[in-house]
């Protein structure tokens, strides 16, 4: 099923789920979600290994298999990864739009918390 509001990307319909924010995932899924969005914004290398190995240099150990292929594709599921194949082994796994907003918003969030507690400054 297609979201007939997509822009440009074949992202799943999740109409029926409009509330869903960060709060909603675990750290590792938004974890996951920020990986993604560099390895693409970088080299567009998003197949599970790479993020695997990305997740990796972030948490200084090894990311088990079993922890990261259900949370991709429950990120899948929650219409914020599409998954598609690059080879009969290999899946690539890009944000949709609703992802990329996602993290923005979390961003803007975390943004206005550390201005408010004085951390940051408030300069546009």
Do not use: W
Request: aromatic share 6%; glycine share 10%; with cysteine.
């Amino acid at each position: 099923m297609s979201n007939s509001r997509s822009t440009g990307i074949n992202t799943p319909d999740t109409t029926a789920d409009t509330n869903r924010n960060d709060t909603d995932l675990t750290a590792f899924q938004r974890e996951c979600l920020r990986v993604i969005a560099v390895l693409d914004a970088e080299a567009g290398d998003c197949y599970g290994l790479a993020i695997k190995r990305a997740l990796e240099g972030r948490y200084g150990h090894e990311i088990n298999h079993g922890r990261l292929y259900p949370n991709l594709d429950d990120l899948q599921e929650a219409g914020l990864v599409e998954k598609s194949a690059l080879d009969k082994r290999t899946n690539e796994y890009l944000l949709t739009a609703r992802g990329r907003g996602l993290l923005a918003d979390a961003f803007d969030s975390f943004h206005d918390d550390l201005v408010a507690a004085g951390i940051l400054g408030g300069g546009e």
